[in-house]
């Protein structure tokens, strides 16, 4: 089988992959000069990353047999279309949310200890010159109780993290306290038309002031405008972000420039072991697919 990944970046996890696709199948990668619907005829197996898949797309691949997306989300996919011509969507769930509560860790910390300052004055020979501060004792707020949330409330209580979540369920009551009770607040929950813009001008207002916001799910959820808006007001005392707004980013943008500002190249699930367990889920859908059995994951079948 022809199997195509569409990603536009991950390298090194995309290298795991293909070092393990059996000698039977054709691995090969989008170049990202070509329109990708100029490059899927005879295509078999597509693994869409973070590209679009649009009817477009889909219209142009008639040999097209299965979407296997190699990570959770699947807001790029037309599932809709893709339904409609019979090709099965799934994704691959609980491959890396141990990888992205980790980094959700990882930018608390730092932020705690304002790390980007920390930098520069290391770069100035300024001895001791960041105040920071302790996690224990102060409240993280969960945006999205799911997989890595609940890991990442694991971890911060180990820390002595008071732990608050938050899931799709809440009230607008509900919402305003956990905004009003939260020291740091970390977003996990998936980009659909109910979460983006979630974290608006009127949730950042009901914010404490000097908040840590956390964001390892979906660049759009936050508001991108408000949240610029509260770090100029400082109503934001840190910014971690491992996922964002354009692909690629502009690292000269005035909000990455900021020193409450810390901001990844999309690490998340970039681990060994989360690229093992992406591996795995390919080819046992391959496996299956080439058997006729039932696929792992779908997401394009209700109940599957």
Not at 1 to 13: A, D, E, N, Y
Request: proline share 6%.
């Amino acid at each position: 089988m022809k199997i195509l990944f569409c990603g536009s970046g991950w390298r090194p996890i995309v290298d795991f992959i293909e070092a393990r696709i059996p000698a039977q199948h054709q691995f090969v990668r989008w170049d990202l000069q070509t329109p990708l619907a100029q490059l899927v005829s005879d295509v078999e197996v597509l693994l869409p990353s973070n590209a679009r898949v649009d009817a477009a797309v889909l219209a142009a691949a008639p040999a097209l047999r299965l979407i296997q997306q190699p990570a959770v989300g699947t807001d790029s996919i037309d599932l809709a279309t893709a339904r409609a011509r019979g090709i099965p969507v799934c994704n691959s769930p609980g491959v890396n949310h141990i990888a992205v509560a980790e980094l959700a860790l990882l930018l608390i910390l730092a932020l705690a200890r304002r790390l980007p300052a920390a930098q520069r004055a290391f770069r100035d020979r300024v001895l001791g010159g960041v105040l920071g501060h302790q996690l224990a004792g102060r409240v993280l707020g969960i945006i999205g109780p799911g997989r890595s949330g609940q890991a990442l409330a694991e971890r911060a209580a180990a820390l002595g993290l008071g732990v608050r979540t938050l899931g799709r369920g809440a009230t607008d009551e509900e919402r305003r306290a956990f905004f009003g009770a939260c020291d740091i607040i970390s977003v996990h929950c998936p980009l659909n038309e109910q979460t983006r813009g979630l974290i608006d001008a009127a949730a950042l207002a009901a914010m404490k002031p000097g908040v840590h916001l956390i964001n390892v799910a979906r660049g759009p959820v936050l508001d991108r405008a408000a949240v610029l808006a509260a770090l100029r007001a400082g109503k934001l005392g840190g910014l971690g972000v491992d996922v964002h707004w354009d692909h690629p980013w502009n690292p000269e943008d005035e909000l990455y420039r900021d020193d409450r500002v810390l901001a990844l190249p999309h690490l998340g699930g970039s681990t060994e072991e989360a690229a093992a367990n992406i591996t795995e889920i390919l080819l046992e859908n391959l496996g299956r697919l080439k058997r006729g059995e039932p696929l792992l994951h779908r997401v394009d079948v209700p109940g599957t």
